[in-house]
């Protein structure tokens, strides 16, 4: 649906205060559901370290973080610049996810997917799991929305799930027989599903294709600047999800460009 330029500016600021909002809860759920917090409780968050409750005004997406001069009010201990960067990217995408599929069910469905890849981009990258209350609702969310909607395959959706999760499952399994330890995690098979659930068989399989070719990349750099072998352990969550957005924005063109090898 497309707005007048003015209703347009405002759209992108409201998406962009609503991603704002929403990293700013991303946080919390980074940092509770892995270590098995309720993210509702304590409702109010508090220091890791002091545990001082954190006062409304001190919890203001990137204006408290700038306030505060990147410290706590109580103990003074530095806060990880990921907090602010986390709800910057928020706000980014959201912003981007609006200008792409304008003012529709799309966005609102988009978001929440881009969402997801985020918490569980920082998930993975701390403790090398991807929760399955991320994965299996987004699987379940990423469907409903398929069914409903009008300009989404549902068919093409329910394979890319089925794609996502059983290839992965496969590559996981043949690796373990072959080398006797674990390869690629079940959290990534979930994820991949999930992925495939949002964005159809295509965004399957591009996002299989554009993560496989960034994670080597990184990979390899990695292991020739820290001069670690190939069993060095990389999360491969991040690199899905990278690609999954890649595919979200550019699937069309991208798989294009693959399949006919420019």
């Keep these: ?21 929403v990293g700013s809860f991303l946080n919390v ?8 917090y309720l993210l509702s409780l304590p409702r109010r968050s508090v220091c890791a370290n002091c545990k001082k409750q954190i006062r ?6 990137i204006i408290s973080y700038l306030f505060l001069g990147g410290r706590c009010g109580g103990c003074q201990i530095s806060i990880g610049v990921r907090h602010p960067f986390v709800e910057a990217l928020t706000a980014v995408l959201f912003v981007a996810i609006y200008l792409h599929f304008g003012f529709s069910v799309l966005t609102v469905y988009y978001a929440f997917f881009a969402a997801a890849l985020i918490a569980v981009t920082f998930i993975d990258l701390d403790f090398r799991i991807i929760p399955d209350r991320i994965s299996i609702l987004g ?33 996981s399994f043949l690796y373990l027989k072959w080398t006797g330890r674990d390869g690629l995690g079940f959290g990534d098979v979930k ?3 999930m992925i495939g659930a949002f964005l159809g068989l ?29 069993k060095m352990a990389i999360p491969f969550g991040p690199f899905l999800a990278i690609g999954a957005l890649i595919m979200l924005f550019w699937g ?11």
């Design 1 to 21: 649906m497309s707005l007048s330029p003015l209703l347009d500016r405002l759209a992108i600021g409201w998406f962009g205060l609503i991603g704002l909002v």
């Design 29 to 36: 759920v980074i940092y509770r559901l892995p270590r098995g």
């Design 56 to 61: 409304g005004y001190e919890n203001i997406p």
């Design 139 to 171: 699987m379940v969310l990423g469907l409903i929305g398929a069914m409903i909607h009008p300009a989404l395959s549902a068919s093409s959706h329910v394979l890319g799930l089925l794609f996502g999760g059983g290839v992965f499952w496969l590559f």
């Design 191 to 193: 994820l991949l599903a």
């Design 202 to 230: 295509q965004g399957a399989i591009g996002t299989l294709l554009a993560s496989s070719v960034i994670g080597s990349i990184v990979g390899l750099s990695l292991m020739f600047i820290q001069k670690k072998d190939l």
């Design 252 to 262: 069309d063109s991208f798989v294009l460009r693959f399949y006919s090898g420019e």
